[in-house]
């Protein structure tokens, strides 16, 4: 039996809650809001679309329904606007909304795994973590899986062919300076090699898709919802290998006390540790400057939260 909670059923939300419950991946699902008649209405609307095709149990609930769940998913907060550059610029607005949530989650004694969606995700699973007190691997934040489908299908494109013929990776912060792997990036199963143009014209355009997509609609919701449910079902389903995830790392990568987009091995709702990949220099240089970036919305955060 597996147990898990959403908090924050906005369109986010809402959608990882279907996909989890279509998939019939849980047996039991909670929604949380602010808004408790979004959360029973989302619950209603979710558990009669998946009626015939799953027997998972959605409802509407509180924190104290969550307290034995095995996974919580955090989408809670303001989503990015088509105005903001920056996931960064978030920082101070859903700050407090995530160390309230996770506050409480400490207070009723959950010990389960949590996954951050809300933005700018590397620090919220960072601020997370700090407060509830967790073993590290215990709490992943959503970003990498995402980026890496996006460079998958702007590479798949550019070769003509299907994005399942691509095997591409980003890792680092899931932001700005986020970090394409060209280095093991293949095409129909071999290695390719780019120009330096090519790299910058491939990289410019991953950069910003996201901000595309909230101009064209106002967010993103279909993408980072389904590789949040990936992310998700990497760590149920067994044979899984590699998945990709923020996580706050002790050393490896050098980076100490920061989370960050990285490979990582799943196992049975665990992480079996991080997978250390050797970067090119342009590589290793950019992965670096993300984890300076983020150090700074960190300070930032710890003048506006006691951590």
Known sequence: MVKAAI????NLGSCIAFE???KNLVDELILLDVVKPLAEGQAMDIAQSSASISDV??????YGDVADSDIVVITAGKPRTPSMKSRLELLSVNAPIVADIAGRLKSIGFE???VTVTNPVDIMNLLTWKIVE???FKVLGSSSLLDSARF???VSRRFNVKSNCVEGYVIGEHGSNQVPLFSKLKVMGKPVTLSAEEKNSISEELRGTALDVISKKG???YAPASHTVALIESLLVSGSSLSLASLTLNGEYGVEGLSIGVPFKPRNLKVDGVVEWDLDGEEASLFHKGVEALKQAWNEVKSLIKV
């Open 7 to 10: 908090i924050g059923v906005g």
């Open 20 to 22: 989890l419950a279509v």
């Open 57 to 62: 149990e959605v409802k509407a609930g509180d």
């Open 112 to 114: 389960g795994l949590i």
């Open 134 to 136: 967790f073993d590290r």
């Open 152 to 154: 998958r299908l702007i």
């Open 219 to 221: 967010a993103t919701v």
